[in-house]
């Protein structure tokens, strides 16, 4: 399991849960659930929306898919059989975002071979070979030197299928509102692409 930037680089990983396990459990127990649950992690203060001045502000947070609970800091998809137009178009917004990581994950692949395959060696090393080619991955990334320009940049800097609602995790309000906050801006002019309602 990984955390990614807009560029591709990994910010934090997670290895050698067993595979048998929800994306959601490992996520509880991996470093980031439990530093973000506890509320220990550096995340920025909640920023105006570019457009929305005279809006409330919203918090930064983290893109997941439908196995990921949704919290204040991370923004899953609504579920499908609640959809009208706007909230399709909010879905295919967080979907887009969320290929960041899919791509992250190809490009890994792509530079080492190995994970084509099972790995045919003990679990410790085939642990540290994960973690060896994650950096070195963003090392090649940075290299490269092709990166995104955020107009609002991050201040967050650290390295080193089972639905999350049907087990009975159940979102507050608060975190609702949120989502639907951003539901909201998706579908005006301050914050719509010309090309989403082509996918709504």
């Known amino acids: 399991m990984a955390c990614v930037d807009a560029d ?5 990983i997670d290895v050698c849960d067993y595979g048998r396990n929800s994306d959601g459990r490992v996520f509880r ?8 649950e506890n509320n220990a992690l550096d995340i920025p203060e909640p920023k105006v929306l570019p457009g929305w001045e005279n809006k409330d502000k919203c918090p930064h947070y983290f893109v997941a898919d439908e196995a990921f609970p949704l919290k204040t800091n991370i923004m899953r998809p609504f ?3 609640s959809l009208n137009k706007e909230r399709r178009i ?3 917004r ?3 975002a969320r290929r960041i990581v899919e791509c992250s994950f190809g490009m890994l692949v792509s530079k080492f071979r190995l994970f084509e395959q099972p790995i045919g060696c003990k679990v410790e090393t085939a642990e540290t070979l994960i973690k060896a ?3 070195l ?4 990334r940075i290299k490269e030197a092709v990166f995104s ?4 940049p991050s201040t967050i800097n650290s390295m080193g299928y089972q639905n999350i609602e049907d087990q009975g995790i159940r979102p507050t309000r608060a975190e609702e509102r949120n989502r639907d906050f951003l539901c909201d801006y998706f579908v005006l002019d301050e914050g719509k692409v010309p090309w989403q309602d082509n996918f709504s």
């Open 137 to 140: 991955h963003n090392f090649i």
């Open 8 to 12: 591709g680089l990994f910010l934090k």
């Open 90 to 92: 909010y879905n295919y």
């Open 133 to 135: 080619a994650c950096v």
């Open 94 to 96: 967080c979907s887009r």
């Open 149 to 152: 320009t955020p107009s609002h």
């Open 29 to 36: 127990r991996s470093s980031l659930g439990i530093t973000l």
């Open 79 to 81: 579920p499908k059989r």
